[in-house]
C-alpha cells in the first residue's frame, strides 16, 4: 500500500484472545521478517519486542501515544476494580523496570515525555500535529454546518453532539469516521437531534477538506477523563491551519492556552 508492505493478521473474535495471542502471532511474524529495526504502539507487545531485541539484538522503538495507566479506567469496556489494580500495577512495575531497554521512546505529548525521562533518557516527543503543506486555507462559508471527522466515540462527545441539534433546527452536523461499535451507531440515530447530522462514514483526506470547507466551525466535546486532561487532539490544529474556528471544552490547561494563542494571532491579523 503506497509502497509499503504490510503484514496482516486474522482478526480475533474477542480483546482478551488478541491480547493473549496476538503478540506471539506477532513475535513469529517479525522473526521471519528478520528486519532491523522494530516499532511498536500497543503495551501488549512489549514483552514480544523485548523478546526480539534480548534475543535477536533487534532496535526496538517503543510508541507511547497516552498515559497508558491513567488511560486503563477511560476504556469503553468495563474492567473489574480488583482486575484494574491488578493491570495498573504490572504496567508499573514493567515502566520501572522495562521501559529503559528500549532502544528509543517516543511520546505524543510533551507531558508524556516527561513522565517517561525518568524511565528511560532516550524520549522524543512527536507530537500529533497536521503537516502544514497537506492543509488547504478554506474560506468559511455562509451556512449553518459544523462538523467532526475522526473515531466517533462517547467520551469525545457524540451524543452531546447530537443532543445539541435538537435546539436549533438550522443547524446541520456534518460527521466523518468510524463508530466505536454499532451499539453506539443505533443509540445515535435514535436521537432526536440525528434529523440534522449528515453522516459520510470513512472518508478520504480530500473529502475531509471538502467538509471542513462546507462548515464555519469544527467540534471538540472531550469527555473530562484522564487521558484527555493534558492531550493535543489534532483535529483542533486541523481546524485551525483550515481557518475554521472550534467548539471545545475548556477542562484541559493546554488546549485553553492554545486557543488563547490562536485568537490573539487572529486579532493581530
Known amino acids: 500500500v503506497n509502497k509499503v508492505k504490510v503484514h496482516t493478521f486474522p482478526k480475533f473474535k474477542s480483546r482478551l484472545l488478541r491480547i493473549l495471542f496476538a503478540p506471539i502471532l506477532m513475535f513469529f511474524k517479525a522473526m521471519k521478517i528478520n528486519a532491523e529495526i522494530y516499532h511498536i504502539h500497543d503495551p501488549e507487545l512489549i514483552f514480544c519486542a523485548l523478546a526480539l531485541k534480548f534475543f535477536f539484538k533487534k532496535k526496538i522503538i517503543f510508541d507511547v501515544h497516552e498515559h497508558i495507566k491513567k488511560h486503563f479506567k477511560s476504556k469503553p469496556y468495563h474492567i473489574p476494580f480488583f482486575v484494574m489494580k491488578i493491570i495498573t500495577f504490572a504496567y508499573s512495575f514493567i515502566e520501572n523496570n522495562l521501559f529503559n531497554k528500549f532502544d528509543l521512546i517516543i511520546t505524543a505529548t510533551p507531558l508524556i515525555k516527561k513522565e517517561v525521562y525518568s524511565f528511560n533518557n532516550n524520549v522524543q516527543a512527536i507530537n500529533n500535529f ?103 487532539p489534532n483535529k483542533m490544529f486541523e481546524y485551525a491551519a483550515a481557518g475554521k474556528s472550534c467548539v471545545m471544552t475548556e477542562f484541559n490547561p493546554s488546549l485553553k492556552e492554545f486557543s488563547d494563542l490562536v485568537s490573539i494571532a487572529s486579532n493581530t491579523e
Open 130 to 232: 497536521p503537516i502544514i503543506s497537506e492543509v488547504k486555507q478554506l474560506n468559511e462559508k455562509k451556512n449553518h454546518s459544523v462538523c467532526y471527522v475522526g473515531a466517533i466515540t462517547k467520551d469525545r462527545g457524540i451524543l452531546e453532539m447530537i443532543k445539541a441539534l435538537e435546539f436549533d433546527d438550522k443547524i446541520r452536523l456534518s460527521l466523518a469516521g468510524g463508530f466505536v461499535s454499532e451499539e453506539l451507531r443505533e443509540e445515535s440515530m435514535q436521537q432526536k437531534g440525528w434529523k440534522n447530522v449528515d453522516y459520510f462514514g470513512f472518508v478520504d483526506r480530500e473529502k475531509v477538506y471538502e467538509i471542513m470547507g462546507k462548515s464555519f466551525a469544527g467540534m471538540i466535546i472531550l469527555a473530562t477523563i484522564n487521558n484527555y486532561l493534558n492531550s493535543f
